[in-house]
């Protein structure tokens, strides 16, 4: 459910037409609505509240914007970050830094003793290598890391293959079948304070059964290690489930998600942890674009928009849909293919999609832009950074300013020996 919808023809975010903010800002831009946010984020914890002892992470990189964490962080929320830029976002946000959990392959030196000294609430570690780099720098900092050590549970997701996670081919976390002896290794360092296992199989999960076999799988570990007399506290159960992209498409609701996780793991006794992402802010926002002009096609029209690949980068990464929808539609359907200016043929958005008849000049929108969708902005071709805006109710703010192609020229040199 979300807060875009049709009020006398014209598509609103909650009480604001959204012409009124493509007049002011200009377009492509993303538009977030706040109530959809909140709603999101009450729904999954609330779902949760079956489990006795749940933490909710949001998945920083799913959307960073420093508006939308801090309406998370107003609603009890931690942050699941993955580079030392998204943890100064979820501090600059106001999120408490004992909820902030550390994942990713690749922290650095710098990160994590930057992430020592805010004092973060939980590390996840994905290597042996990684647990003593950072048990040496907390040695020397004086200070302990609780970690949790994240497994890789050879689980296929069963979504898109540059979203999974959970493979044995995949580069994240340690082999299952060695998980015990690097968490017990671990448990001898001094420096870390080994809690708990962490795992995250992948994105855009349609159904509930791979994260089930996963969660089922990795429980067993966790049984294994405490029959070995080490402590295992804390179970950290990543995100991934997914949202409908495409109307009337039916995936598993935050309950019905929250009702396995209670039946799986129903004897655990610890604290469990979740990195949701695409829930929380998928439906949060749409991309709005302008028609630059349809153009004559072999087959079908080309409706050529002010929006590209550099804008909304996942349908040419991962061939992901989009609804795309007129914000004033004339009633009338046309079958087209809708691109981008951007000179490459991935800059397509859909091909020969029944869609709203738009013209020149027109507004749409792509919906269920909130999530993995300004994060991946870029500025391909000396195109501006895509701005970002929020609705409240009947008010909207500017969260995140177009940067023109100017300010990024300025920010480059030409160097002495060129002149
Ligand atoms: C990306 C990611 C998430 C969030 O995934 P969603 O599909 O957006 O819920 C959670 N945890 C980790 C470790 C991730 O890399």
């Known amino acids: 459910m979300d807060h875009f919808h049709y009020q006398d023809g014209v598509l609103h975010a909650e009480a604001v037409p959204l012409p009124r903010i493509a007049d002011a800002v200009g377009t492509p831009v993303y538009v977030y609505s706040r109530a959809t946010l909140t709603r999101h984020a009450r729904v999954f914890r609330d779902a949760l509240s079956i489990v006795p002892s749940a933490r909710i992470a949001f998945a920083v990189k799913s959307n960073p914007n420093l ?19 998204e943890l100064e976002r979820a501090l600059a946000a106001g999120m408490a830094p004992d909820g902030v959990v550390f994942s990713g392959v690749g922290k650095t030196d710098a990160e994590m003793t930057r ?21 040496e720098i907390a040695r020397g900092l004086g200070r302990t890391a609780a970690c949790a050590l994240r497994v890789n549970p050879d689980v296929d997701a069963g979504t898109h293959g540059k979203i999974s996670t959970g493979k044995a081919e995949n580069k994240f976390g340690v082999p299952f079948d060695r998980a015990a002896a690097i968490y017990a290794r671990l448990c ?5 304070a080994m809690r708990g296992l962490a795992l995250h199989i ?12 996963a969660f089922t799988k990795v429980g067993g570990l966790m049984r294994e290690i405490r029959k070995s007399g080490y402590a295992v506290t804390h179970m950290d159960l990543g995100g ?17 998600y929250a009702a396995m996780v209670a039946r799986v793991t129903a004897d655990w006794g610890v604290t469990l942890m979740f990195e949701p992402g695409r829930v929380i802010t998928g439906n949060t ?21 002010d929006a590209a690949m550099n804008d909304l980068a996942r349908p040419a990464l991962y061939d ?40 020149r000049g027109d507004l749409a929108v792509f919906r269920t832009a909130g999530a993995y969708g300004a994060t991946m902005a870029n500025t391909y071709n000396s195109r501006a950074m895509v701005p970002e805006v929020m609705v409240d ?25 060129l002149v």
């Open 67 to 85: 508006a939308v964490l801090k309406v998370l962080a107003a609603e009890g929320y931690g942050a699941d970050v993955v580079s030392g830029g």
């Open 115 to 135: 992430a020592l000294e805010a004092g973060i609430g939980q590390f996840n570690l994905e290597s042996l290598e990684e647990g003593l780099e950072l048990a």
């Open 188 to 192: 001898a360092e001094p420096g870390l």
């Open 202 to 213: 992948g994105s855009q999960l349609s159904r509930l059964d791979p994260l089930e076999a």
């Open 240 to 256: 991934g489930v997914g949202v409908p992209y495409k109307a009337g498409e039916v995936f598993p609701q935050p309950a019905d």
């Open 285 to 305: 926002g749409v991309l709005v674009t302008r028609v630059i002009r349809v153009k004559e096609g072999a087959v079908h029209p080309w409706v050529v928009i």
């Open 320 to 359: 992901a849909w989009h609804d795309f929808a007129a914000v004033a539609p004339n009633g009338q359907r046309i079958t087209a293919n809708i691109v981008g200016p951007i000179c490459e043929s991935s800059d397509t958005f859909a091909m020969a999609r029944d869609i709203d008849d738009v013209t």
């Open 393 to 417: 109710g009947d008010r909207w703010a500017v969260v995140a300013d177009r940067i023109a192609p100017a300010t990024i020229l300025a920010a480059e040199r030409v160097p002495d020996f």
